[in-house]
């Protein structure tokens, strides 16, 4: 039976100066360029558009990419959404390392906010990244448990209720996906 996706392989994201991109990601933040593609036209839509597109990768190999548009400056404009609503937390270990990734970037002239402690579980700092990108680097105190799980489930069950939502018994109900399996299930044996 159809497996849920594994794990994060990349997100991509614009950037209008790859240079910045490459000393941030790789300078500051210790990620490591695992790969970039050049290419004149857009595989998946056939424009011409020569782009550079760059991969950083964290420890497990997910990556950070991006793609910088000869002769496009678009990234950072706003649509509106605030600033605080999309970025992209990645794990630390140690509340120690926390503190001294907050002031390794402070160091580097980044303003950093936080430590900002969620729900006793999770304490995180906030940045920006050269492309206006809001960062967090998070260091999840406990593993989550079925109480947590439990808890969410109630969460969006009750928020769908107040705002009148549709799916709500589908979304609620049943997080898997149609036509997927749950993941505690045996795939069946294809006959051979
Ligand atoms: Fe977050």
Same mark, same amino acid.
């Given at each position: 039976m159809?497996?849920?996706?594994?794990?994060?392989?990349h997100?991509? /994201?614009?950037?209008?100066?790859?240079?910045?991109?490459?000393?941030?990601?790789?300078?500051? /933040?210790g990620?490591?360029?695992?790969?970039?593609?050049?290419e004149?036209?857009? *595989?998946?839509? @056939? +424009?011409?558009? !020569?782009?550079?597109?760059?991969?950083?990768?964290?420890?497990?190999?997910?990556? /950070?990419?991006?793609?910088?548009?000869?002769?496009? =400056?678009?990234?950072?404009?706003?649509?509106?959404?605030p600033?605080?609503?999309?970025?992209?937390?990645?794990?630390?270990?140690?509340?120690?390392?926390l503190?001294?990734?907050?002031?390794?970037l402070?160091?580097?002239?980044?303003?950093?906010?936080?430590?900002?402690?969620?729900? @006793?579980?999770w =304490?995180?700092?906030?940045?920006?990244?050269?492309?206006?990108?809001?960062?967090?680097?998070?260091? #999840?105190?406990?593993?989550?448990? *079925?109480? +947590?799980?439990?808890? @969410?489930?109630?969460?969006v069950?009750?928020?769908? &209720?107040?705002?009148?939502?549709? +799916?709500?018994?589908?979304?609620?109900?049943?997080?898997?996906p149609?036509?997927? &399996? !749950? =993941?505690?299930? #045996? !795939?069946?044996?294809? !006959?051979?």
């Amino acid at each position: 039976m159809l497996k849920p996706a594994t794990s994060l392989n990349h997100i991509a /994201m614009p950037t209008n100066n790859t240079a910045e991109t490459y000393r941030f990601y790789t300078k500051v /933040m210790g990620f490591k360029l695992k790969s970039a593609v050049r290419e004149e036209r857009v *595989p998946s839509t @056939g +424009d011409e558009t !020569p782009f550079l597109h760059t991969f950083f990768a964290l420890e497990d190999g997910s990556c /950070m990419a991006f793609f910088d548009i000869a002769g496009e =400056q678009f990234a950072g404009r706003s649509d509106g959404v605030p600033s605080w609503i999309r970025h992209f937390a990645f794990n630390v270990e140690t509340y120690e390392e926390l503190l001294s990734w907050k002031a390794r970037l402070e160091e580097n002239g980044i303003s950093v906010l936080g430590v900002i402690d969620h729900e @006793g579980i999770w =304490q995180s700092i906030y940045f920006f990244d050269p492309n206006g990108l809001r960062l967090e680097l998070t260091w #999840q105190k406990r593993e989550l448990e *079925p109480e +947590d799980t439990a808890h @969410g489930e109630e969460l969006v069950r009750q928020w769908i &209720e107040e705002f009148n939502q549709k +799916d709500a018994d589908e979304i609620a109900g049943d997080a898997t996906p149609e036509g997927a &399996e !749950p =993941q505690d299930r #045996q !795939p069946e044996t294809a !006959p051979a």
